[in-house]
């Protein structure tokens, strides 16, 4: 978890490869339809990557996958610009990133 200065904002980044888990997230990912059934949850893209956006209160969730077996999360709090979470997402390097996990 990121927490800048005195800030209540918080960034935490989560990335899973590999998992049992991931073929489920990349069928719901993968299906609109799947995605509109969960409240406060919208497609969206980030480097040509498939994700899910989901918000709830003052917490903002984004969820993309990588080749079908790495899945990145990053979760913010409190946060005061909405683009934060996607300039976090910008600054993954990830074919560097493909090519460590897979």
Known sequence: MFTYGES???VEIEILANSPMLPMMTMMLSNPAMMSGT???QPCRCKKAKGMKKVEGN???ITILLAGQIMIKVVGKKLKKES???DYLDAIDMPK???ALL
């Open 8 to 10: 209540d904002e918080t």
């Open 39 to 41: 409240r406060n949850t």
């Open 59 to 61: 917490t903002t969730e």
């Open 84 to 86: 934060t979470l996607t």
């Open 97 to 99: 990133l493909k090519e």
